[in-house]
């Protein structure tokens, strides 16, 4: 019998996600493969209803054919020879978890990274992807609730709460729309800025997102219809306004004259520079949500942030950064947090977080792990894209060399290491290990 094992989320006390939940475990167990789930207390579905699904509990997962993870597995936790699928956040080199690949590699595990399980155009299969948009718009809205009425400001935004205090998805939902219904009564207090939501990307994360904030009263402006409100000064004091921004409107290219094209941005990045700094002083609530990597331009750099912050009280109150790249597109954001520490204060003057959260500078959420705080939903979602796949990947012999690894193509383009070695796609994270 083919067998599977499901592992403890031990490397973060606040992640409470699965990689499928009972229910879909049940319909693996139907299909005659075996299911062993290593007892965990601090996961969302208890250890009762893995059981009541079919599945054995138990410490020893060592007998699985294939474990699967959500996060990163401590290095003691490895299991020589055998294969594990997580996500493993090594394929930009990260240098926190360089030591990780490294015990991978020496003690000859097969690590498939669900981050590279796409189709033949490069696609992702697998992904949490609109949950962090939809956590992270839930608690963006939070934080400009609370930083509102801190200013003074009672609205109806202050009896938003952070998303894992919420059931699940609907109840929060539920509990926004009623938010929403209750901001259209009232408007938005007037200020001497404007009041928007600014969401950066157009991917699933981004769209997760607009989900939330769609939830709320908002008027929907373009960029250029938000860049000309400001020209004329002409932004409605009562209104939120929601914005999305792609990559056509928050870079431009170097070259006098020249047009943004997509496809050239993608691939010679360098010939671009940010475009976003025009967009700071109107933004309330910036929700960043694109991909990012040390190639493309920064949107929002610590010098901005100082010269913006010189005044007494600017408009930008939070940046809700769902990518998390620390000093990434967004230079506030310091270092990544935890669901139960979610945000801090980012102090353009020491350009350092503010853990009190008293400092003159925008509030930073920075929870690397958003779409735990939703962990059915999220789990039911993700489980839903990777059992189709499950059965092949308990069946396969992965004894047998990269080359002759018979596996579904979306995983196999996802297999980072096998027998001690990068795979040919990764070899460039040598240097990276050295």
Known sequence: MNHIAIRKENIELTEKRSPMAPEQAAELIRQGLKVTVEPWANRFFDDASWRTAGAELSEDISRADIIFGVKEVPIDDLIPGKPHVFFSHTIKGQSYNMPLLQAILDKEVTLMDYEKVTDEKGRRLIFFGPYAGLAGAINGLWLLGRQMKKEGY??????????????DLEDAKAALTAVGQKLKETGMPVSSHPWSVVITGGGTVSRG??????????????????????????????????????????????????????????????????DFEKYLPYISLMINGIYWEKRYPKLITREQLRALYAERR?????????????????????????????????????????????????????????????????????????????????????????????????????????????????????????
């Open 154 to 167: 009672n609205t109806p935004l202050s009896e938003i709460r952070q998303a894992n205090t919420y059931k």
């Open 209 to 274: 997102a607009q989900e939330i904030i769609d939830l709320m009263p908002v008027t929907e402006v373009t960029p250029v219809e938000f860049t000309d409100l400001a020209n004329r000064n002409a932004f409605d004091a009562h209104v939120l306004y929601k914005v999305v921004i792609d990559c056509d409107h928050f870079v431009k290219p170097k070259a006098p004259g020249a047009r943004f094209d997509w496809q050239d941005y993608f691939e010679h990045p360098e010939n671009y520079e940010a």
């Open 314 to 434: 600017p408009n930008l109150r939070v940046v809700a950064d769902i990518t998390c790249d620390p000093r990434g597109s967004v230079e506030c954001t310091v270092h990544c947090t935890a669901s139960d520490k979610p945000a801090y204060v980012y102090d353009p003057l020491s350009d350092e977080a503010d853990e009190s959260m008293q400092a003159h500078g925008p509030v930073v959420l920075a929870v690397d792990k958003l779409p735990s705080e939703l962990p059915a939903s999220a789990t039911r979602f993700f489980g839903d894209m990777l059992l189709p796949f499950v059965p092949a990947l308990a069946r396969a012999d992965f004894s047998v060399p990269f080359e002759k690894l018979d596996i579904p193509a979306p995983f196999k383009r996802a297999v980072i290491a096998h027998q001690g070695r990068l795979t040919p796609d990764f070899e460039y994270l040598y240097d990276f290990l050295k």
